[in-house]
Each structure stands twice: as C-alpha cells, then as structure tokens.
C-alpha cells in the first residue's frame, strides 16, 4: 500500500501532526479535524471506535484492512492529543524514557490508581 507522499512514519507523523495542528480554530462544520479538535470528548469516543476497528481487522487477519484502521487511529490518536496540547515529542519523551526498561516492570513501578 503505497500512495501519497512518501516518507519514513516519523516524517508522515509530523506532517499530519501540523496539518491537525493548522486547523485548530478553523470551522467545526466545514473541517472534521476542527470538529475533533473543538470537542475533546468526541476525539476520544472516535479514537475508541477506530481502536475497536482496529482489533477487529487485525483478528480478521486482513493486512490492508489493518493498515487502514491502523491509519485511522494513529490519525485519531494524533488529533485526540492535539486537541489537549499533547505532543508527539511528548509522547516520544515518555517512550525514550521507558526504553530499556521491562514492560512488566514499567506497569509495576506505575502509582496504582484507587
């Protein structure tokens, strides 16, 4: 699957990250990434319904179809953040700072939540 303008996912990450970050403000009813934008709790059901599409095209073991879904979340995630001033190098530093480190042992040293 290859269309559009190419580059490695860092480079497409950030260019759909400034396109979401150019419409911040625009018109809710003429741009449905203002519209997520401008209701945080929409993005986040949306991003919700693009990760259960998500699973289900990976369960379906459809690669194009889990491609796109996947696409779609990132896109959704991407705008969820954005909409609450969260970063992609936000995200990356949290990830930097995970590297090396257990999986199992990053949840346990997690504060648990009551």
């Known amino acids: 699957m290859t269309h559009g303008t190419q580059g490695s996912f860092a480079e497409v990450t950030a260019r759909l990250e ?10 809710p009813s003429h741009s449905y990434t203002a519209r997520l934008l401008a209701d945080p709790k929409l993005a986040a059901k949306k991003l919700g319904e693009e990760a259960v599409e998500t699973v289900i095209a990976a369960l379906s073991e459809d690669k194009d179809a889990l491609t796109r879904e996947a696409a779609d979340l990132i896109y959704h995630l991407i705008a969820l953040l954005a909409g609450r001033e969260v970063s ?8 930097a ?3 090396g480190v257990s999986g199992l042992q990053e949840k346990a040293a997690r504060p648990r939540e009551p």
Do not use: F, P, Y
């Not at 400034?18 to 018109?27: S, V």
């Not at 992609?88 to 990830?95: E, S, T």
């Open 18 to 27: 400034a396109t979401i970050a150019a419409r911040r403000g625009g018109d």
């Open 88 to 95: 992609l190098g936000d995200v990356a530093q949290v990830l």
């Open 97 to 99: 700072a995970r590297e």
